[in-house]
């Protein structure tokens, strides 16, 4: 256990906080935070303060090179009114990943595990026990040595900021354009990272994709643009004649952990999964020939969405029944494994004491 600097402020902002009628995701946030400094070739102390703004140099590195790494994860409670995180230290892990590929200084997993435990024991009074109900904690860090050289940087600050959360997508399922024009993440390049660059890659596409009157785009390999990756921030699967599909993992891909745990899960029931390169045009015809009978996209926000229908040009193909059985039989018992509704036989969750 980390010794976290608690400013009594911070605690008490968090018991005064009353959520506003419409919760809106990641933007209502509560108003305490966690923050560790790195300075000297080494982290300094966590602290728990009341939420505030960052003032940084206009010349601080990630301002202008994005040397910038994030985490995103959910705290859930059960009917007993119990609170748990779900595989953070796979998160941990993971910030490590993207922090070592972004030449960043790795953060010490338990005091990245301690910052989580620490936002959530204070502020589950913010969300309800309601299956969908979640509290979203998104750790983060940033180089802001200002110095406007190509260099890492030499200091860097680590934040958690959090908030009640209920179903990410109003809508039951999504409709993807399929984006040819462009990619997200190149082959060796920081696609397989959770970092802003990513995201700012796939901004453009996106904005297409609403224009055009669709929810997602999902992207194609950076190599033939021939293969399935993923979309902007969820991992892709499909059900092709009973046989649970995901592209296999690549340097362009997130590792996603909802990812694992769904193939995981599947396969504990039986069901065959198969992670492999998947052809688009391959893909459109087994959904036309309804040979593919599922496709959905995983993540943290909302678990697991349904996909109606592909778009690829002038081509547009619809799934017959876009929540299908195996999507909705993994969705209920991955969600009833987060939240402590289910027995956790893979010790996939970790209490928080409150
Ligand atoms: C975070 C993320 C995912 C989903 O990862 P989970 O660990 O399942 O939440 C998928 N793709 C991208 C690009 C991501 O950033």
Known sequence: MNDIKIDQKAISN??????????????????????CEYKDGKWGQLEFLPYHKILIDPAAKVLHYAQEIFEGLKSYKNDEEEVFLFRPIENAKRFNLSALRMG????P??????????????????????????????????????????????TYQYYLIGGPAGNYFTKPSVKVRVEKESHRASSKGIGSAKTGGNYAASMAA????????????????PVYGEFVEELSGMNFFAVIDDVLVTPELSNSILHGITRASLLELAQSFGIKVQEKKISINELMDQI???????????????????????????????????????????????????????????????????
Not at 104 to 107: G, N, V
Not at 118 to 142: A, I, N, Q, W
Not at 214 to 220: A, H, S
Request: with cysteine; net charge negative; aromatic share 10%.
């Open 104 to 107: 960043m200084p790795e953060l």
């Open 206 to 221: 996106n904005k297409l994709t609403s224009e055009q009157g669709y929810d997602q785009t999902l992207w194609l390999d």
């Open 109 to 154: 997993e338990d005091l990245f595990i301690d910052s989580l435990h620490c936002l959530v024991k204070h502020s589950h009074h913010t969300f309800s026990k309601e299956l969908g109900d979640s509290f979203y904690l998104r750790p983060f860090m940033f180089g802001d040595e200002p110095q406007l050289g190509v260099k890492p940087s030499s």
């Open 14 to 35: 968090l018991k005064e906080f009353k959520n506003p009628e419409d919760i809106q995701f990641g933007k209502t946030l509560v108003p305490a935070l966690l923050k």
């Open 288 to 354: 036309d020939s309804k040979n593919c009978t599922e496709l959905f996209a995983s993540g943290t926000a909302s678990v697991l969405t349904p996909i109606e229908c592909l778009r690829l040009d002038d081509r547009e193909s619809f799934v017959k029944n876009p929540n299908g059985l195996m999507s909705l039989k993994l969705k209920d018992s991955l969600q009833r494994l987060q939240t402590g509704r289910s027995e956790d036989p893979f010790n996939w969750r970790q209490q928080v004491n409150l």
